[in-house]
Every structure is written in C-alpha cells, then in structure tokens.
C-alpha cells in the first residue's frame, strides 16, 4: 500500500505540478523545516516547520498533528487532534495553514511472474478403490486372458513378481517405521526486543526539538531524559510567571503604563493563575482567539526585555535630571526669574540661597514627581515606544 500526497490550489480542485509526495511502507515528516521528510515551500510561512507526522503501521497510515497551527480535514470540517494519530483515508483532502494536501492510497502492481495458486478440486469418491491389490489382480487376468495349450509353450514363463507393475506400487505407497531421533533441547535464544518505527520517528523529532544527538542514548536514560525535560519545562514556566509578576509590580508602583501587546490575544502565562493550568493550556487544544505556546512565551520574553531596556533609560534619564535640578547655572537661571540678583559673596552666603532654593523646589512638588513621576515615565514611555516599532512585523 502506497500513499501518495498531492498539493492542490485553493479551493482544493486542481492539484499543483511538481508538489507531491510518495511514501511506500514508511513514515516521514511534513513542513517546511529542510530536515523534513518532504519539504514544502510556503511564502506565507503559515506552514511550521515540523507541521505533521506521517506514520505506518500494520499496513494503514496515520497523520499526526505536530504544528502550531493545526491540521484540519476540509471536507468535513474536522480539526485532527494535537499529538493523537489519525487514520488515513483514501481521498481526504488536509489544510495545513494555506495549502490544501490530498492523500491518495495506492495498491502496488503484482511483480511479473507471481505464481497464482488455485483451490484443489475435490476428491472422487471412488479414487482410493484402486488400492486394493486383490482387485488389481483380478482386472488384470480380465485384460490378458490365459493362453492355449500349445501357445504355452512358446511363451517365456514370467519370473516372480512381474505382475507387480509400477503403477500398483506407486498406488500403495506404504510407510516403513523408522526409528525416531530423539528431540535435543535447545535453550530458547534470547528475544530482542525492537523499539516500533512510530518510537524511533518520536525520539528523531525530540532530539531535534532539542537540538541534540540521542543516537547513542539507550530506550530508559531517553525516557529519563524526557521526564527531566518535562521537570524543567514546568520550572521555567513558574520562573516566567513569576518575573512577570514582578514587573507588572514595578510598573504599577512607578505609575508607569503596561505595554500593549502587538496581538490582542489571551496570553496563559499572563491569565493563569499558576504554573500547571498555564501549561495545561500551553499544551493543550489551543482554545478560540488563544495564543499559541511558542508566541505566547516569545511574547512574554520580548515583554520582559522591552521593560529592562526601557527601564535602563528611563534611569539614566531621572539621573540626567536630578543634576541639571541642582546645577549652579540653573539655581542662577532661578535667581533671574525671580528678579533677585544672585549675592555669593561668601560660601556661606551661597549654601544659604542653595537651601533655600532646595526648599522651594521641595514645598513646589515633590523630588520624586517631579523626577520620577514625569522624566522618568516619559523615557519609560518612549522607549517602549521605539522598541515596539522594531517588533511590529513579528507576530509574537
């Protein structure tokens, strides 16, 4: 059984030159990523790199849904399952983002000299009656009647046993007993026991997901390895929570507005209240208008950098203030709009005016709403600003 993929137009009705896909017996991997069994194309990059799983087994094919879009079946509407393998049929037609696959389920041609076996026709009831012996005696002196007196003589006498013809022995066809060896005990060799192809295409995209080689890594240290792998997943979500707990903290206490998002989606690490319901939703059936797992967390990455480096700026920006606040030349620019011409005489002199110059600017308003309050979110603001421009184009 051969499974032949076919990429059509749009509306799924004429299929693409050149855009298809054999597999005989085996499985393979469907994307754009360059180390896919098939390798598709795709400008609008709605395609992901590993998008679906192609699997054999006991002469049936499944596709699996590996992706961050989903696989849907166009005819019926159906949405495949994230994870779970779904049989194949002959004529489904499958969207995986913009493009439109048709699966086809070939039977291969008989080889050239396939030897065709019939039924037996049944047996005669009379077949075994010729086997009697007697009766093969008396049909034969029925067939060669016995000869005249002279006649006898000049005929050679028979030796013993020529009336057993080939044909009476061929039809006896009796066993001689024989002795029978005895039967030797042989210790049953050892069963090796082979991981199933569908194990070794998982742990082949698991180590590729990784970025590391499993070739020499044994079947239990690789499920260890992936249930430490799964431990670790879940502490980084529960750190990502956290820092953004954080920072929602610092933004609120600084009177400082949290950045809009570029997509206006629901965010589990932002909606859930703990780490196990925010990757139960990560991993799960991605719910309507909900981010998927990978912009979701690059989203929160891009978040948190957006915060650091505006933070930076905004800092150096309040600093930059605070001097230029106390500078000599501006206590004198002070003493001219005030129409009081500035007396230092004396350093005693000038720590006066400077004391009363710092009280005057405290009782006006305070250090840190004057600094903080509008220098230091105005640096805020607009730096967000210029890095949210970067980012425009990218959907995360």
Known sequence: MQLVFEVYDGAGTEPLAGARKTFAGVGGVIGRGAGCDWVIPDASRLLSSHHGLVSYREGRYFLTDISSNGICVADSGERLNKGQA??????????????????????????????????????????FLALDPMQ????????????DGLDALSTV???PGQWMTHSAADRDHLVLPRWVEPDLEVPPSPQVVTAPADNESFWTLFAAALGIRLDDVDRPAREALAIKV??????????????LRTCDELKSESNLAPAAPVVNSPNPLRQCADAETALAALLGISEFGQLPADLA????????????IALLAACRAAARSAREAFAPSYLLLCF???DKSPRFNTDGAQWRAYQRHYQRLVEAEPLTGHLLGKDFARA????????STLHVDYPG
Request: glycine share 6%.
């Open 380 to 387: 805020y603001d607009e730096q967000v600003r210029l890095i």
């Open 297 to 308: 967390i690059t989203q929160v990455h891009r978040d948190m950098q957006t915060h650091q």
């Open 336 to 338: 001219e709009r005030q």
């Open 230 to 243: 799964a431990g670790l997943l879940k502490l980084s979500i529960e750190g990502l929570q956290h820092n």
């Open 157 to 159: 006498a028979q030796e």
């Open 86 to 127: 779904r049989l194949i049929a002959d004529g489904d037609l499958f969207q995986l983002g913009a493009l439109a696959i048709r699966a086809r389920l070939i039977e291969p041609p008989a080889p050239p000299g396939a030897r065709r076996f019939t039924a037996p026709g049944p047996i005669p009831d009379d077949a």
């Open 136 to 147: 093969a005696l008396d049909d034969e002196d029925l067939t060669h009647p016995s000869l």
